[in-house]
């Protein structure tokens, strides 16, 4: 999710008919303000009839530590971490050091998410910090993993040499808030909505495609699906794919850097054998705007190669 689209989402509702009841949820953020959630995401690919799943969870602390006039900052910590990998690929056992690793050395260090004024997510503030955490708990596991695939004696500065361009980039600032900072941006999106029931609201905006540098057009809606008078929670549906008409171009793009084939003579309509789509379902707190509970899934299809993240996320009772 980008920031424009969330954007684009506060313009659509400041220009929303008034003509309809809407209901307007409170932004849910003051100082101090401290919520616990548990959190879970399941993260499945599938590429050239190879399975892997990986399964991870943790205690989810939030906590408003900054709040004024210009926005907020929203630290997110996590505890109690776990990751389960199943599947049959070859790297399995590796890649599952790595996530251990990270998992291990994250365990509460704090993510400050920015938030502006509306509450909508713009950066992760501390984003340096957060990728020398990522370059640390990493590095062993990569060097082990050149070695053992080194078909000859390396030296460790030969192996740190191949290692530093590949952790350099995926610890910029925009690769921080697009990992680190994408369960946060979702989780931001739903605050202090003002949505008729039955009216979704539509947008057109762009998204970054998972797999390669392009901008996808795309659109998407919100929808308040359950917002009875009276009750205690509304709920919001979001949904989000490549535009059919605008997005064709830049899709086929993709395909050819997910197959490395090269681009058709006709590419005037979106490749049938492609899907990227988001789906999330939220429950809000109708009088205090606090999110319950947040199930969102992002699906990448490709012929059949499958990335599908699914990720829940429920508010500890009491918290």
């Not at 070695?147 to 030296?155: C, G, N, Q, V, Y």
């Not at 681009?263 to 049938?272: G, N, T, Y």
Request: charge should be neutral.
């Amino acid at each position: 999710m980008s920031h424009r689209h969330s954007f684009l989402f506060a313009l659509l509702l400041a220009l929303a008919p008034c003509a309809h009841a809407q209901d307007t949820i409170p932004l849910p953020w003051t100082q101090g303000t401290k919520l616990v959630y548990d959190s879970m995401t399941v993260d499945e690919k599938v590429a050239n009839g190879v399975r892997r799943t990986a399964t991870t969870r943790a205690v989810s602390t939030i906590e408003i530590t900054e709040a004024g006039p210009d926005g907020f900052v929203q630290v997110w910590r996590d505890s109690h971490g776990s990751v389960k990998l199943e599947g049959d690929s070859p790297d399995l056992a590796a890649e599952q050091a790595q996530m251990r690793a990270l998992i291990a050395r994250f365990e509460g260090v704090p993510i400050e998410a920015q938030l502006d004024a509306r509450g909508e997510f713009t950066g992760v503030r501390n984003w340096q910090a957060v990728g020398a955490v990522i370059r640390e708990a990493l590095t062993p596991a990569m060097r082990a993993q050149v070695r053992l695939r080194a078909k000859s004696d390396i030296t460790d500065a030969d192996i740190d040499a191949r290692l530093q361009p590949v952790l350099a980039n995926i610890t910029t600032q925009a690769a921080i808030d697009a990992t680190v900072g994408k369960n946060p941006s979702i989780y931001n999106l739903f605050t202090a909505p003002a949505l008729a029931p039955g009216k979704p609201v539509r947008y057109a905006a762009e998204l970054q495609s998972p797999v390669s540098p392009h901008r996808i057009p795309a659109v998407g809606q919100f929808e308040l699906v359950d917002g009875e008078p009276g009750s205690l929670t509304v709920t919001i549906r979001w949904t989000q794919s490549i535009d059919p008409r605008k997005g064709a171009e830049a899709a086929w793009a993709m395909v050819a850097a997910l197959t490395g084939k090269p681009l058709p003579a006709d590419r005037s309509e979106l490749p049938k054998q492609l899907l990227l789509r988001d789906e999330a379902t939220m429950v809000v707190h109708r009088r205090t705007g606090v999110p319950i509970s947040l199930r969102h899934e992002r699906r990448l299809e490709l012929g059949g190669q499958v990335k599908a993240t699914t990720w829940t996320f429920k508010r500890q009772a009491g918290s």
